[in-house]
C-alpha cells in the first residue's frame, strides 16, 4: 500500500500523526509529513485509521 499527503488540502490538525505517530509527523510549518509511504500490509488497520481521520481529508491509501 501507499500513503499520499496532499500538504496544500493539510491544514495541521495533527490528527494523523497522534493516530500513528510512527507514519505521520508534522514538519517545522505545521503540516504534514509522511515517514514511511509504503509500510507494511501488517500496518494496514492503523494507517486506515490514521488516513479516515483527517478532518480535511489531505490524506490517502492506495491499495
Ligand atoms: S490529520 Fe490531516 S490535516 Fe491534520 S496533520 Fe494530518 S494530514 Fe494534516
Do not use: K, N
Not at 505545521?30 to 481521520?53: F, I, K, M, Q, Y
Amino acid at each position: 500500500m501507499r500513503i499520499t499527503a496532499d500538504r496544500d488540502v493539510c491544514d495541521g490538525h495533527g490528527m494523523c500523526e497522534a493516530m500513528a505517530h510512527e507514519f505521520f509527523e508534522l514538519d517545522d510549518d505545521g503540516l504534514v509529513l509522511v515517514l514511511d509511504e509504503a509500510p507494511g500490509d501488517e500496518h494496514r488497520e492503523l494507517v486506515d485509521s490514521a488516513v479516515r481521520s483527517c478532518p480535511v481529508s489531505a490524506l490517502r491509501l492506495e491499495a
